[in-house]
């Protein structure tokens, strides 16, 4: 630290004794000497100890104008949200009416943080006083910086509208009337939907949404009554769907409201006023008796004034059916295939549906009448497959505008796309439901997806699937998405609201759990992403995390956020703890990066990472995933090898995690990732081409070496191909070793061993019966039905003979395939008679040798001297070595053998 600027502080310091005389003389230019003074400061990285000398001078000299101003200054461009010197230093020009200096001072607080709020509220304080213009863009900027504000956003709203803007008119009362709700002000967001309600009525989405916080948070009754004034302009301009949806939504607020009941009767008369029977049905449903359910009123209203001339209906037992006529009590309904049923009036309530004629059922029924668009089935299958939008919202709405995709596949497979066609549309459907803003999700059901009458802003749509979304760590992958979004306002209420819902939980819980630490996280990193949403925690991150009882556990835990990544922010926070490489060590297990070690290693605390080695491979069952990420990431390392594990430790720890997991599988603990940590451990000793396993043992004296052997055909569930390979690294550098009596048998997997040869044959024959042999057949088969009677068609008769034994074969073919196990060659072993070997057998009784290649049943050629392992003959001669003397009967036939030579087939 420069001593000339500590004397030069402790000088300015000493002479300021405050004064009035002092104050009345103080000018602008006195307070550019104090900001060179910490432009110095901060030049010189003292910043911290000029500020510990100004609040030193502060704890007794309270009203020290330079410690005020130097430690107020130095604290915000630490990023300090404490504003206290700087608000204390303003309070007293303010008060001795220096109101340029205070002027200056907010300019240059604003200079370094542009969200300061307390400087925006007193510059915009200082201009409404002064009558300056500046004032307006100084209210949009408090407006932006602090999402609570709503009197300014008022303000604003009225003044653009004054000059006639309404696009910003209504921008800022949006703005105004979500704060307001907020806030619960209630009589104020009365008076502001008015104003939006006169202005942008069509906007029900808006609307709606403000209408479920304000029942959320401040009273349902109160959001009806709002709602009736949004109601009067759709009835008025006689949009009756709508109109009749707000009153249903009333009406599940307070199902006895006679207004809304009397003027669902009137909307009702006046949607349906050409329909012949709509008075009759209104009071035959009894819509106005206060006595009768209200929403089965609706349904029965609903349902018999669908039931007229050319609609459709549906029935669960005869499907859909369009109404031809209607005569007193009785409809008469054409269920196409099904006939025509004459169904009364009150049986058809109770037992149809009725169906729009844009329903997808109608539209599958339909296909190829005169009433229909699509003349094809193709047709339709083309429509769905080139115009998604128009496929996804026919369903959607098909479904009572609330729909999931499990219903949307089941309407088009497999009666319109095959399942591999639905592949690709299902990917292509769910990446325009996303993007297309005319789609949103069901604000009660993240599963389903709605179609809107309008595009809403994406600041809605983020929303509704906030709040439709329940997980916690997916409300946190929506709110990244919102944040990253270059489309959306960050200034939005709407983000200010998802927001607050993390905040909550660090303003009060009972313990620290998940939600409570990845909350701080969101927090601080969006905070410092958008500086107006910027939120002080009363605890720090080392005060949580000593709470934690296995913050192991927690950085796992983190990974539920796939868009945030939080487990990356949790080890930069831990990182910030006095301890922090301890605390790595601790979870590492967890972590399991490379880039974490070296960390540790660069922080000069190579033993904690040497030990954590150590430890490791002290204690497999504990640290197994440890242990295979040190062996295949680090075995290479300088400070790895420090650390002196033999490599004939590290491989037989493996050997045993292999050994554990199998034993895990068997007790049905783990299955999958114990297959996956088997196949992992398995890749990485006994590669095909690099088998580390078996180099070390090879360089191992004769004890060491069938010890390390022992290890791994002691594992009854390995695979036989790895055991049989090393068998023959051990038979190549000694050929006269002697196995155990279990070990010499050949290892064969189940199933059918075959050559890939072989198998790239069968393969091809099986494409070639499905793709030209059994079409050909079929059409012989057809074109022989054709001649006539078929008792006497003797052309028939053999082509269908035919076709039934080209599907055996086929089938039998198939069947062979799902067995085949292709061979591997580098697992050959001329040690015992064996598949990929070819044998010479003395014949005792003739003298004369024979020789056979064993290969497998596809292979099998006995008139050229290739046999099965799987025939009897084969069989019987497996196994053996040679030497060795062999008899056995085969079909009552004796054989005696002495197996003379044993090599490698050439395949």
Not at 160 to 173: G, I, L, R, S, T
Request: hydrophobic content about 40%; proline content about 2%.
């Amino acid at each position: 630290m420069s001593k000339e600027l500590v004397d030069l502080v402790q000088a300015k310091l000493k002479e300021d004794t405050w004064t009035r005389a002092t104050i009345s003389n103080y000018t602008k230019n006195n307070l550019i000497e104090l900001t060179a003074i910490v432009e110095k400061a901060r030049s010189e990285n003292c910043a911290g100890e000029i500020k510990g000398i100004c609040d030193e001078q502060l704890s007794h000299t309270k009203d020290s104008i330079t410690a005020l101003y130097i430690s107020g200054m130095l604290g915000l461009k630490q990023g300090s949200l404490d504003n206290s010197s700087l608000e204390a230093l303003v309070d007293i020009f303010q008060n001795n009416h220096k109101e340029p200096i205070v002027v200056y001072m907010c300019e240059t607080i604003l200079s370094d943080d542009k969200s300061n709020k307390f400087a925006l509220r007193t510059l915009a304080a200082n201009y409404e006083q002064e009558g300056n213009a500046e004032l307006w863009s100084i209210y949009e900027r408090i407006v932006k910086v602090d999402l609570t504000e709503a009197e300014i956003a008022k303000k604003l709203a009225d003044h653009y509208a004054a000059e006639n803007d309404a696009e910003k008119a209504n921008e800022f009362y949006k703005k105004a009337l979500l704060r307001y709700v907020n806030n619960k002000n209630i009589n104020s967001a009365n008076e502001i939907w008015s104003k939006l309600v006169a202005a942008i009525p069509e906007e029900i989405d808006f609307f709606l949404l403000v209408q479920r916080k304000i029942a959320k948070s401040i009273s349902a009754d109160k959001s009806a009554l709002m709602m009736q004034e949004l109601y009067n302009w759709y009835k008025d301009n006689k949009k009756w769907d709508t109109a009749i949806d707000i009153l249903k939504l009333n009406l599940t607020i307070d199902p006895k409201d006679p207004w809304a009941r009397r003027e669902i009767s009137d909307c009702y008369a006046q949607k349906y006023e050409k329909h012949s029977h709509v008075e009759e049905y209104i009071r035959s449903s009894d819509l106005n008796q206060s006595y009768r359910n209200v929403f089965e009123a609706i349904s029965d209203f609903e349902k018999h004034i669908a039931f007229d001339a050319r609609n459709f209906v549906y029935h669960r037992t005869w499907g859909v059916g369009v109404i031809l006529k209607v005569e007193n009590d009785t409809l008469t309904i054409n269920f196409g295939k099904n006939g025509k049923k004459d169904i009364s009036l009150k049986m058809a309530v109770n037992a149809l549906q009725p169906l729009s004629k844009d329903h997808i059922w109608v539209i599958k029924a339909t296909v190829g009448s005169k009433s229909s668009k699509f003349k094809t089935k193709e047709e339709l299958a083309k429509e769905i497959k080139t115009n998604k939008a128009w496929a996804l919202k026919t369903i959607i709405t098909s479904y009572n505008n609330s729909c999931d995709f499990k219903k949307i596949k089941a309407e088009l497979v497999p009666s319109i796309l095959t399942t591999s066609e639905w592949t690709s549309w299902n990917s292509g459907a769910k990446k325009l439901l996303e993007e297309d803003s005319t789609f949103g999700v069901n604000p009660n059901n993240i599963n389903e997806y709605t179609v809107r009458e309008r595009a809403i802003t994406p600041e809605e749509k983020y929303s509704n699937e906030f709040k439709a979304q329940k997980a916690f760590f997916a409300r946190i992958d929506i709110l990244y998405k919102f944040v990253e979004d270059e489309t959306t306002d960050k200034e939005s209420e709407l983000l200010a609201d998802m927001f607050s819902y993390f905040t909550g939980f660090l303003k009060s819980f009972n313990e620290v759990d998940e939600q409570v630490i990845a909350s701080y996280l969101v927090v601080k990193e969006v905070g410092q992403e958008i500086p107006s949403l910027a939120f002080q925690c009363k605890y720090t991150f080392a005060q949580l995390y000593g709470e934690l009882d296995k913050p192991k556990e927690m950085y796992t835990i983190l990974k539920g956020s796939k868009k945030g990544n939080l487990r990356a922010s949790f080890l930069e926070s831990v990182k910030m703890l006095p301890n922090w490489e301890d605390e790595y060590i601790k979870m590492f297990p967890a972590i399991l990066k490379k880039e974490v070690l070296e960390s540790i290693i660069h922080a000069d605390q190579v033993d904690k990472v040497q030990k954590l080695v150590t430890d490791s491979f002290e204690d497999f069952r504990t640290y197994r995933d440890v242990i295979l990420f040190l062996f295949d990431e680090c075995s290479d390392e300088d400070w790895f090898k420090a650390a002196n594990v033999s490599l004939q430790k590290q491989l037989i720890a493996i050997v045993n995690i292999i050994s554990q997991c199998y034993r895990e599988i068997d007790n049905h603990v783990e299955s999958t990732e114990n297959k996956k940590i088997i196949n992992n451990a398995c890749k990485m000793l006994f590669d095909k081409d690099n088998n580390k396993y078996a180099a070390f043992m090879l360089s191992c004296d004769m004890e060491q070496m069938s010890h390390m052997y022992t290890l791994v055909d002691d594992i009854r569930e390995l695979d036989g191909v790895i055991k049989t390979q090393l068998r023959n690294k051990i038979l190549e550098k000694y050929p006269d070793y002697k196995f155990h009596a279990t070990e010499e048998k050949s290892s064969a997997p189940k199933g059918m061993l075959v050559t890939s040869k072989k198998l790239e044959e069968k393969r091809a024959l099986v494409e070639k019966m499905q793709n030209v042999d059994i079409p050909a057949i079929a059409k012989e088969v057809a074109e022989a039905k054709e001649k006539g009677d078929l008792k006497e068609n003797a052309e028939y008769i053999a082509a269908k003979e035919a076709q039934h034994k080209l599907g055996n074969d086929l089938k039998r073919l198939q069947e062979e395939l799902a067995r085949a196990v292709v061979f591997d060659p580098t697992t050959a072993t001329s040690s015992i008679v064996s598949f990929g070997t070819k044998v010479t057998l003395l014949d005792k009784a003739s003298g004369k040798d024979e020789e056979y290649t064993i290969l497998g049943p596809w292979e099998s050629d006995p008139e050229n001297g290739v046999i099965s392992y799987m025939s009897p003959f084969g069989n019987a001669i497996l196994d053996h070595k040679v030497g060795e003397e062999l008899s056995f009967t085969i079909n009552e036939h004796k054989y005696n053998f002495e197996v003379k030579k044993i090599v490698i087939a050439k395949l």
